[in-house]
């Protein structure tokens, strides 16, 4: 049993805020007239749509294919006609669209026959094929696919798997009222992840001021009975909830930016992931629907158990938004992004809906010089030097900003929050990061041209060549009539012979760049949280438009 | 539009700056209490000039002058000159000292945040390189009356030895030079308990105030702890030696500015370095030029110039000292997972 909780440097202590949308117990949202569900609400491949405009679905009937493993499958909440597929706003920052389903349900929420799956006597990679159908993902924001993180990996075995119930960000109570709510069904999943990932302890951690979800777990551990399952409570402290900090504070161990958490013997998920889990394959409910807090400048705060697809207005409607609102957020208010579109739909990252007014979030005073007073490093959680990032940030000095390791900050905004001289600090990093992106992409393309002109190069070498030889062959093969037969052969297999070495040598050179360039991609790019992957998209949809515009500006010739 | 975080803690360089000037308030009382109201004459015409040099900056670059000069980095600077500086300096003195700090020191390098120096101990050192005389003039306890030092400061007539005497660092210095030793020096009334008779009350005072800031979260332990730390260490080791010439560490600790700059002038954090370990040996690295100042140089304290040599060893300090970054602190378990 766990007897030593270990510690993370930094973080900050924000109000809470969590009791007004815990009052109440989860509501089940009646069904909005049209349900927007996009087909891209994870990390990796968009999937395909497996229905088209005028089908009939039916409840947790697939709709969106996984596209390839590293996707998930996407499935209609309920019963109804498919009136469009087509790109519609999303709930990211930059205000882009995407493709969705738009479903109209039919109000008699005819289910579809599901598919029963014996899960117990399954082999590990069964399970993990029927949980990308059922579209299982990440439900604490990243939206990962869970059934790419529910393997162990070469070692065969894990060491703890982490069940993230801290949800330290302020306002955020989904997780705490799921918690509270089905703590036995959670603790259930839980077990079955880790029978997948062969783990020999199971931690489900949460934060000291949840006290009524602790008692909840508690009891149903105890009803379970499994001597590897442990109910942990760590100090309240954000951001004790992001997965790396969880893992540092349970077991001591720093997963460094870039490595996966299994490589050090440790896999993490959100309680509300366990739980999809859980339904996916006891019950055969691929994920439809979610918990969403809605809070802040609102009527009635409260938390909704949405189906998937749901426009935001819907729920704001429903929780009573404030006239004096100014601005919707999407997440909490440390790391939250903007929702540009309140006719956006819930997405599976979709975890709270958050409503902001000038009293309840001032909007930031000037910004003044930084004084260096290094309060932001001593509420860095990533034990970065931020007002360093910031100063190589700003002078676009970005080289300088990788060096102090600009990549392994996880934007959770402790610095911004502390700085004296309310710099945006964060705003900083996401723009240099996109920068760098952006340069990545382009050298990308350069590299890729290059390799292009050289292989151009190399086959015209090879031509000439083989000409040269066949020249040779045809000349050595004149003069003497008999051994032609075996002089002409020989002679065409040596261009290729003497060609081989060389061609395989090329061929290594550009595997080798290949290889680099996605190692050097791979360290910056990967593990992007979605709010990253926004950015990304939003730069790439920056430079589009710029280019667009270049384009339409160009004087006809 | 901004973007996250919306939530911002409830601080400001303006509430940093006034919480400094607060904790300076116990050290400036005690002062005045024993010395007379000339520090507090002292201040206001630090402050004045300070305003107006920040002021006149401002518009020449072009910046929002109400808001800089609200966030109170001027004062702070101002303050500081005129505690570090003896009191019952002619007034003209204070201003030339002022005006350089904020015009030099702080915005030809580009305003607040961008200094490499601290401006207070840059105008301390122009000062005294330019009137050795006058810059070491102090006050003795039997003190003189108010309207006696509103008179000096304002530039009236000056009676040197009525009301003068050689601070404690300067009455070792010059006892030592006349070869007499340290104990014999320390009879003289100017001494006190321990390092100079009221300026000791003054120098708690301050290590009172710097003990508000630490609890205030405004400094960290790092500085005062290697400051003073490394003062008693050299200091002990030179006095267990050869006590007959050099003062012992409470002295050392009590006399001249250690107290106040270990607390107030060492934490500045736009000069001073940044990192935990880069702070320890940027403070130790300034109590040891002190101590060495005060023991083999020519003047009678040495903080001042110690700070500035620390200062441009800051950028050197500060990359040498980076801390590990969460999860690289050690290699991970299989040589570097992928
Ligand atoms: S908290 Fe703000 S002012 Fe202080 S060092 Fe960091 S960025 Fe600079
Ligand atoms: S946003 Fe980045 S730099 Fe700022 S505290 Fe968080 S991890 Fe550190």
Known sequence: ????????????????????????????LALPPQLVIPLHQHIGGTPRPLVTVGSTVLGGQRIGAPDGNVSSAVHAPTSGRVVAIEPRPMPHASGLSSPAVVIEPDGLDTAIERELFDWHAAAPGEIRDFLRDAGVVGLGGAVFPSHLKLNPGKSGHTDT??????????????????????????????????RMLAAKQVLVALEDNKPEAAAALKSAARALGHASLEVVVVPTRYPAGGAKQLI????????????RSTDFGVQCFNVA??????????????????????????????????????????????????????????????????????????????NCLLASSPTLFAPPEPELPCIRCGECARACPADLQPFELYWHSRARNFGRAQEYKLFDCIECGCCAYVCPSHIPLVDYYRYAKSEIWARERDKDAADSARERFEFRNWRADREKEEKAAK??????????????????????????????????????????????????????????????????????????????????????? | MYNSPYLRQNTSVRRVMVTVLVAMLPAIAMQVWLFGIGLLLQIAIASATALACEA??????????????GDGSALVTAWLIAVCLPPLLPWWMIVIGTSFAIIIGKHLYGGLGQNPFNPAMLAYCVLIISFPALMSQWPGLQGSDAATQLNWVLGGERALDAVT???????????????ADVSAVMQSPAFGHVAGAGWEWVALAWGAGGLLLLALRIITWHIPAAFLGAMA?????????DPSHYASPAFHLLAGGTMLGAFFIATDPVSGATTPRGKLIFAAGIALIAWLIRAFGAYPDGIAFAVLLLNICVPLIDIKTQPPVFGHKVEPPDGGAR
């Open chain 1, 161 to 194: 798997l982490v069940i993230n119930g801290a949800e330290c960000e302020p306002f955020i109570t989904c997780d705490d009222m799921l918690m509270r709510a089905e703590p036995g069904n959670i603790l259930r999943g839980a077990l079955i992840m880790q």
């Open chain 2, 56 to 69: 006149a900056m401002l518009s020449l670059r072009r910046r929002p002058v109400a808001r800089a000069l």
């Open chain 2, 233 to 241: 260490l050299v200091s002990g080791v030179a006095w267990l030696i």
């Open chain 1, 471 to 557: 020249l040779a062959a045809r000349n050595a093969a004149k003069p003497a009539v008999k051994p032609a037969d075996g002089a002409a052969p020989a002679a065409d297999v040596a261009p290729s012979a003497g060609e081989d070495p060389k061609k395989a040598l090329i061929e290594a050179a550009m595997a080798r760049a290949r290889a680099q360039k996605e190692a050097v991609a791979a360290k910056n790019t990967d593990a992007l949280t979605p709010a990253q992957q926004a950015q990304i998209d939003a730069a790439e949809e920056r430079r589009k438009r710029a280019s667009e515009l270049s384009g339409s500006d160009a004087p006809v010739k």
């Open chain 1, 273 to 350: 992931t366990a739980l999809a889990v859980w339904r996916a394959l006891e019950h055969g409910e691929p994920l439809t629907r979610r918990i969403v807090t809605v809070t802040g400048n609102v009527e009635r705060p409260r938390n909704f158990d949405v189906a998937i697809g749901t426009p935001i207005s819907h729920l704001f409607a429903a929780a009573g938004l404030k006239p004096d609102t100014d601005k919707l957020i999407m997440g909490g208010p440390m790391m939250g992004i903007p929702l540009p579109n309140i006719d956006a739909p819930v997405v599976k990252a979709t």
């Open chain 2, 165 to 179: 005497g050689a601070t404690p660092l300067d009455a070792l210095r010059t006892g030592l030079l006349g070869n």
């Open chain 1, 248 to 259: 540092r504070v349970l077991t001591g161990i720093e997963v460094p930016h870039g490595s």
């Open chain 1, 1 to 28: 049993m766990l007897n030593k909780l270990f510690s993370f440097n930094g973080g900050v202590k924000p109000d809470p805020n969590k009791s007004a949308s815990t009052r109440e117990p989860i509501a089940r």
